[in-house]
Nanobody
Framework: QVQLVESGGGLVQAGGSLRLSCAASGSIFSGNVMAWYRQAPGNQRDLVAAITSGGSTNYADSVKGRFTISRDNAKNTVYLQMNSLKPEDTAVYYC?????????WGQGTQVTVSS
């Protein structure tokens, strides 16, 4: 069982920045993947960025060059630095933890980018 708590969401103007954090607790094992997904009203939940325990990363094309995912394994925390934010980035951002066949989700944090 893994619990995930997101923080750092809020309201920003286009071009601004936000830093999201997700702290994991519970049965944290090595060889896991932590990721950020987002979902806007009426839309599907899409992968934004993912990072392995070893530091390998993957980004959605829409955020490449603007967002950076990182993690602190000692703190079991994953971060998403979001720069040059656009109104299209407005969504609820969810943290995900995956290990073997297990997958866990946080409650989400709202990010709103005004124009």
């Amino acid at each position: 069982q893994v619990q995930l708590v997101e923080s750092g969401g809020g309201l920003v103007q286009a071009g601004g920045s936000l830093r999201l954090s997700c702290a994991a607790s519970g049965s944290i094992f090595s060889g896991n993947v932590m990721a950020w997904y987002r979902q806007a009203p009426g839309n599907q939940r899409d992968l934004v960025a993912a990072i392995t325990s070893g530091g390998s990363t993957n980004y959605a094309d829409s955020v490449k060059g603007r967002f950076t995912i990182s993690r602190d394994n000692a703190k079991n925390t994953v971060y998403l630095q979001m720069n040059s934010l656009k109104p299209e980035d407005t969504a609820v951002y969810y943290c995900n933890f995956a290990w073997r066949t297990y997958s866990y989700w946080g409650q989400g944090t709202q990010v709103t980018v005004s124009s």
